[in-house]
């Protein structure tokens, strides 16, 4: 079970870290990705890190902007958001796999979900 937060109401150019838990498993025996869904369109990867090797991927317009990384003492994937734009509102969700040998921008590569977390952009 993911579990999903940090997400919040923040101006442009602000930052938000979003945190996600697990209860029940170790993150670091899986994959974790980031996505999010705007309203009105379909969800897209973010980033993610692979359970192999820690390496990690950014996707869309946010590379260079968001970093993910693993606490490993919290059994936490946190995603830290700099330089936020109004185009990064969306609903925030993570993701686990452990099946593959990296991590993926495809949703269909992920067996478990969190609830999302609301992140609003707006001035």
Same mark, same amino acid.
């Given at each position: 079970? #993911?579990?999903?937060?940090?997400? @919040? %109401?923040?101006?442009?150019?602000?930052? #938000?870290?979003?945190?996600? @838990?697990?209860? @029940?498993?170790? %993150? %670091?025996?899986?994959?974790?990705?980031? $996505?999010?869904?705007?309203?009105? &369109?379909a969800?897209?990867?973010?980033?993610?890190? *692979? +359970?192999?090797?820690?390496? !990690?991927?950014? $996707? =869309? *317009?946010? &590379? @260079?902007?968001? !970093?993910?990384?693993?606490?490993?003492? &919290?059994?936490?994937? !946190? %995603?830290?958001? =700099?330089? #936020?734009?109004?185009?990064?509102?969306?609903?925030?969700y993570?993701?686990?796999?452990?099946?593959?040998? +990296?991590?993926?921008?495809?949703?269909?590569?992920?067996?478990?979900?969190?609830q999302?977390?609301?992140?609003?952009?707006?001035?």
């Open positions: 079970h #993911l579990v999903e937060s940090g997400g @919040g %109401l923040v101006q442009p150019g602000g930052s #938000l870290r979003l945190s996600c @838990g697990a209860s @029940g498993f170790n %993150l %670091l025996d899986y994959s974790i990705g980031w $996505f999010r869904q705007a309203p009105g &369109k969800r897209e990867g973010v980033a993610c890190i *692979s +359970r192999t090797d820690e390496s !990690t991927y950014y $996707f =869309n *317009s946010v &590379k @260079g902007r968001f !970093t993910i990384s693993r606490d490993n003492a &919290k059994n936490t994937v !946190t %995603l830290q958001m =700099n330089g #936020l734009k109004f185009d990064d509102t969306a609903v925030y993570c993701a686990a796999d452990k099946q593959y040998y +990296r991590c993926y921008d495809d949703e269909t590569m992920y067996a478990d979900w969190g999302g977390t609301q992140v609003t952009v707006s001035a």
